[in-house]
């Protein structure tokens, strides 16, 4: 049976302009189960990585709020906790539209870490902005008390900022990859997982955000995927994304995706994540990465819309050489 990686955006549990309420986080879960259940339909094991940000910031400034009557967790316990949440309501609605097609697949959540190096270059330089928004006095106070790093948002306010370490392992690989081949669908790496360091046998966590797109691409490299299927909110890949410049992309090869990240072409926002990491899976061995709409994901991953990128030696291989 083929295997398949499909990381959920952020949109996965909460729309661009909707509440961030439990009824429509239910809502937008079910709604990806939907497509999760399509995939598993059409004869693939599913392995489901999601982001966290939204629900993330949302522990953080419940906690920020308490603050005065309980004491904050860090960051990676947060984290911890942002994967049990999201994971339950992906793991009930999954369950639930397998139960209502007559579809026998079992659903499981695992809280997964991952590991970084200790060495890091983003632990001495944090970038990653986090949580709610705070005056300067605030953030001053909260330098002087914490000793967490406050930088002024593009958006207005001061806001933490925390380290992005890259990933290069997922702790819990043999795991999944036995709960899948079992015929699991498996919940997993949820916001990238939960950043760790290796001190002989022991894991630290470390208060950091690991990118969601990276790490996926690694699990699935380790589960032995043969598609990682990243959905966003966009339809495809564009070239000069909000600029009148701006044209989308089918197919292409990991070296062409290589040159236009190079050249700046997906700018830097949350797109140039997603074209590393298909880059990364491709060069560990993988054979197709695709990139598209949640609403369409099927298609998508048949290579009927948003964009595909394939190995370079797989593009020479195509009748037209795209």
């Known amino acids: 049976m083929r295997r398949v990686v499909v990381a959920l955006g952020g949109n996965a549990l909460l729309r661009r302009g909707a509440p961030d309420t439990y009824e429509e986080a239910y809502r937008a879960a079910r709604a990806a189960a939907e497509r999760v259940a399509d995939i598993a339909a059409d004869g693939w094991e599913v392995v489901v990585t999601h982001g966290n940000g939204p629900q993330v910031g949302r522990i953080l400034i419940q906690q920020e709020a308490a603050s005065g009557q309980v004491h904050p967790m860090p960051l990676d316990v947060c984290g911890a906790e942002s994967q049990g949440q999201i994971g339950y309501l992906l793991q009930v609605t999954i369950g639930d539209v397998f139960y209502e097609r007559g579809m026998e697949r ?19 330089d944090p970038t990653k902005f986090i949580g709610p928004y705070f005056t300067a006095e605030q953030a001053e106070r909260l330098t002087a008390e914490r000793g967490w790093v406050m930088r002024p948002d593009p958006h207005g306010g001061y806001r933490r900022v925390v380290p992005s370490p890259r990933p290069y392992s997922v702790v819990e690989t043999p795991v999944i990859e036995r709960l899948v081949a079992d015929g699991v669908v498996v919940i997993a790496a949820g916001g990238g997982g939960v950043p760790v360091i290796e001190e002989g046998p022991r894991l630290i966590g470390r208060e950091g955000v690991v990118d969601k797109d990276l790490a996926a691409a690694i699990l699935a490299h380790e589960v032995r995927a043969s598609a990682l299927l990243i959905l966003t909110d966009v339809e495809q890949v564009q070239i000069d994304f909000g600029t009148p410049a701006a044209r989308g992309i089918d197919r292409m090869s990991a070296s062409r995706a290589r040159e236009l990240l190079a050249a700046g072409a997906f700018g830097a926002g949350s797109m140039a994540p997603k074209i590393e990491a298909a880059i990364g899976f491709l060069a ?36 037209d050489g795209r």
């Open 106 to 124: 079992p659903v499981a959540t695992v809280l997964t870490l991952t590991r970084v190096r200790p060495d890091d270059p983003a632990f001495e």
């Open 284 to 319: 560990s061995g993988g054979r197709r990465v695709h990139i598209g709409e949640l609403d369409h994901a099927p298609a998508v991953l048949r290579g009927d819309g948003g964009t595909t990128i394939l190995p370079d030696d797989a593009m020479a291989e195509e009748p």
